[in-house]
């Protein structure tokens, strides 16, 4: 009658994954203890350097597993967007945001920059004028900026699409994918929806490089 099962604990543990040791503390503080399994399952491939398909209910811990990659992958001497996070609405773009800076405060100076329709364009010039590592935006005011020339992803590593079942349900099919092509074809994609319907597949299909797909089902 034994409680744990060693092996899964220790895979269970940020400990084991390539990151520095700054940002496990960091975890430690925010209270990450153990991975969650959509962590557990996509972050190993993901900071590989693997594109990724994963597919995991709301509240799993999706944002940290898209995140940790992208702040691995990030030089934060060279002040230009290299991380490009594509979200539905407003109100998730806020939230992954504020993931995003508790994830980075282990980093220094990592900025990083909300850009949604809905909201007055000045401020948004302002702020893009001052520069930024990370964006997060809804596709409609990304293409915009792409449009201005107020925003360049040249320097782009990391594109993430999140909520790729409710962007496609809100009718963005044709902005991300306008977006996507303003995007160095280096990059890595990491793809993230809470349900895999036929229209997320083929925009997978169109947009990256030999996905590997983390699937958990509610039964798992
Ligand atoms: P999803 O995008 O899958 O809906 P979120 O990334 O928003 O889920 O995470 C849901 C909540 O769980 C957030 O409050 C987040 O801070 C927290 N969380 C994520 N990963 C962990 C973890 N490994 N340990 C503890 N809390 C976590
Ligand atoms: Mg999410």
């Given at each position: ?5 060693p ?25 990450y ?5 959509i962590?557990?399952?996509?972050l ?6 693997r ?9 799993s ?24 996070v594509?979200?539905p609405t ?13 994830l ?12 949604c329709?809905?909201?007055p364009?000045?401020?948004q ?8 590592h ?16 107020t925003?360049?992803?040249e ?21 991300i994918a ?18 895999y319907p ?23």
């Amino acid at each position: 009658m034994t409680k744990t099962d060693p092996s899964q604990t220790q895979a269970a543990s940020f400990a084991s994954l390539p990151l520095p040791a700054a940002m496990l503390a960091n975890l430690e503080q925010l209270g990450y203890k153990a991975m969650t399994p959509i962590q557990a399952a996509s972050l190993p491939l993901a900071l590989a350097g693997r594109d990724l398909i994963a597919q995991a209910k709301t509240g799993s811990g999706k944002t940290a597993a898209f995140t940790l990659p992208l702040l691995a992958r990030l030089a934060p001497r060279q002040f230009a967007v290299q991380a490009l996070v594509l979200c539905p609405t407003r109100e998730l773009a806020d939230q992954v945001t504020a993931e995003i800076r508790r994830l980075a405060r282990a980093e220094d100076n990592i900025k990083t920059l909300t850009l949604c329709g809905g909201v007055p364009l000045r401020g948004q010039l302002s702020s893009l004028s001052h520069g930024a590592h990370i964006v997060v935006g809804t596709p409609g005011r990304i293409l915009d900026h792409l449009a201005r020339e107020t925003l360049s992803l040249e320097a782009l590593s990391t594109l993430v699409l999140d909520e790729a079942d409710r962007m496609l349900d809100m009718g963005f099919a044709e902005d991300i994918a306008k977006v996507v092509a303003a995007c160095p074809k280096s990059r890595q994609t990491l793809l993230f929806s809470a349900t895999y319907p036929d229209g997320v597949a083929s925009m997978a299909g169109r947009f990256m490089r030999d996905p590997a797909e983390v699937k958990l089902t509610e039964r798992h």
